[in-house]
């Protein structure tokens, strides 16, 4: 089953204007924590932001905030006042430890593709 | 500040070639991440390396050998490479796993004919 779902189909948004990128995940691990990249067509990944379970309100950095809705299961990305820099893939991931406290990894979605329209 | 340092940046091998692919980070992180990204399957973990000394495999270790030849340093082999190991390649370091953002490298364009 996948563990971290981004089914949004590409994504168009006029510059300026505030976008949300979805992301639901799926975990029986009660300490886990949500990031987001960014991709642009460069090919790099830019880390944007990160938002643990424990913590009790949402993450935010500059332009980027996280709606994170624990019993929903969802964790999605919020881009204010978006720029055409901001046309890029984004990727949702998730960390879950792979043993009790010790290690543990990411697993990423699929990603969606933003388009920001001047 | 270089961060996470990639070679090559492209590849062209042919079916049974082998080859190895390096990666150098010098942030001074523990841990280190082989990631394979190929079209509408976003970035899958090969093999990581928690800390100097140790590695583990990640969800699609077939066909691929690593080595942490030191703690900057992250290789990721593949013996006799196949065209389903065309992809493109990132390496990611990180302070240690868990809370703690990966730092990505540019990425290998890797294509095996």
């Known amino acids: 089953a996948q563990k971290i779902t981004q089914t949004q189909p590409g994504m168009f948004v006029q510059e300026k204007e505030a976008v949300t990128l979805d992301c639901t995940y799926d975990t029986s691990d009660p300490s886990y924590g949500l990031f987001w990249y960014k991709q642009p067509s460069s090919g790099e990944m830019i880390f944007l932001i990160y938002q643990g379970s424990y913590d009790q309100q949402n993450a935010t950095e500059g332009r980027y905030s996280l709606n994170f809705q624990k019993a929903r299961k969802s964790a999605n990305l919020v881009i204010s006042a978006s720029q055409l820099g901001d046309s890029a893939m984004y990727f949702c991931?998730?960390?879950?430890?792979?043993?009790?406290?010790?290690?543990?990894?990411?697993?990423f979605g699929k990603g969606i593709t933003l388009s920001v329209r001047p | 500040n270089a961060g996470v340092t990639q070679t090559p940046k492209f590849q062209v091998l042919k079916t049974g070639q082998s080859m190895t692919l390096q990666c150098a980070q010098d942030?001074?992180?523990?841990?280190m991440y082989w990631y394979r990204q190929d079209p509408g399957m976003g970035l899958r973990l090969i093999y990581y390396s928690a800390s100097e000394g140790t590695t583990d495999k990640g969800e699609v270790p077939n066909g691929y050998n690593v080595s942490r030849l030191n703690k900057r340093e992250f290789s990721l082999r593949l013996e006799s490479a196949a065209p389903s190991q065309t992809s493109v390649y990132f390496c990611?370091?990180?302070?240690?796993?868990?809370?703690?953002?990966?730092?990505f490298g540019d990425g290998t364009r890797l294509s095996i004919l």
């Open positions: 942030m001074n992180h523990n841990s």
């Open positions: 990611a370091s990180s302070v240690r796993t868990g809370d703690q953002p990966q730092h």
């Open positions: 991931a998730m960390r879950e430890y792979v043993y009790t406290g010790a290690n543990s990894k990411l697993t």
